[in-house]
């Protein structure tokens, strides 16, 4: 009862001082960043053209256009019509995140392509900093009032009484006194306010790291309080087992036989019981084992199988440098004529060799008339995106290329990497993915020197 009862105590005082310490609260300043920052992220992916936005580094929207180009400033219009609620005030972060990175982008008006800015919104707030309310600022208002009632007061003197002459030249050094002192007094409170607001913040650490360690001096208690009890409950245990045996003694022969007999019988099965336990552990540790042994054996197969195909690879393309190396010398050096005295054989005519047809072609994205701006033998880091399969040149089918650099380049700018080549449920809203999967192919023609989209592949996200 009295461990019980200091638990309750130390419970109620950790809520006390969670009580008592300040609320965690969206303030206007961090609504107007994080609202700059859904805006930012907005215009970035509205225009392709808007890359220099990644430079710029603006807390405030007012500092944002500043920075902005004409078409970012005509984009930015819809943005702003956006409605910031009023009670803002009463959020946390998951609230903020929410509403710039999700209901924000639900307004009417908004560019299609601005919208898949969503995910990079989310992340972005996310990292903020989420602070307490700051105070009423009372003290500047007092300065104000200060610096309306000093004046005032001054120049009541000056219109009632006549001064001398002396006093008349050394007014205005009087008045430029005064401005240095009210300019003093406004310094001295900025300064005060600056470090109220400092110590606010080291104050909410300073609680932070209290309450951390009276959840675990609480912990420590729990975890005594429960070995005390235990320790008890093997005295009750013991106790009973006294009493169980003063009891006994005063049995028959016959019933204290009995009870010995259920007692070994009981404990035989408790023996065989644990038997078992420690037969299971040890088949699971070496089932355990025997996984690791056959997932290091996969692995080892798996780099062996790469470096096989790797070298697979590098034969192949030897073997068809070595082929067209040698379709190339037997048409430039035309083979010698061993004449006979009989016949002589007609001379051997060049053999004509048709140009080389690529039967993998790895493409870039798609412009606005479907075609591939990009093509390229290998992948190219960067910039390739599809991989072209062809027989004949002209005609093939297309898919997105299943590597982790073109996945996460692709996840990170899906509106400009797969418009008019793919299609998908929600093209733009990548969060939380990370992977594609292409569920139809798309095909291709080859025309005018271009690779052009006929049919766009059909994708998803997982």
Known sequence: MKMRRIIYILTVAVVGIVGAMPAWAVTEREMEEARTIAAKAYLRYANNGSGYLDDVSAK??????????????????????????????????????????????????????????????????????????????????????QKTEEPAAAAEPVADTPQPAMQQNSAPEAVTAEQDILADQNAIAEDAKNRSLEKEENSTWIYVVILCVLIGVVIWLVTYAAKIMKRQGDADRERDNVRDTRAAQGMS???????????????????????????????????KLDNERLKERFDKLMAERNALEAELRDTKERLAAAMRA???????????????????????????????????????????????????????PGNTVYRLDTEDGLVGTFHVVELPVVTRMVLERPVEMLSHGCVAKDLADTAGATGIVTEDSGTAIFENGYWRVLRPSRIRYE
Not at 105 to 122: D, S
Not at 257 to 269: D, G
């Open 326 to 380: 040698e379709k190339s010398r037997v048409v430039e050096e035309p083979r010698k004529i061993v004449e006979t005295p009989r016949q002589q054989a007609p001379a051997p005519q060049p053999q004509k060799v048709e140009p080389e047809v690529l039967r993998v072609i790895y493409l870039g994205r798609t412009n606005s008339e479907g075609i591939f701006v990009r093509a390229d033998r290998r992948v190219s």
């Open 60 to 145: 405030t929207m007012a500092d944002l256009e500043k920075n902005l180009k004409a078409k970012e400033k005509e984009n930015i219009k819809a943005f702003k019509a956006i409605k910031v609620p009023g009670d803002y005030s009463s959020w946390d972060k998951a609230k903020l995140v929410e509403f710039w990175g999700t209901k924000a982008f639900e307004t009417a008006g908004l560019i299609a392509e601005g919208k898949g800015a969503r995910p990079r919104v989310r992340k972005q707030i996310n990292a903020m900093t989420v602070g307490a309310p700051a105070p009423a600022e009372k003290p500047e208002q007092n300065i104000e009032a």
């Open 253 to 287: 022969a016959s019933e204290r036989e009995e009870v010995e007999e259920t007692i070994h019988r009981l404990n035989k099965r408790l023996h065989d019981e644990q038997e078992r336990n420690i037969e299971t552990s040890r088949a699971a540790e070496r089932l």
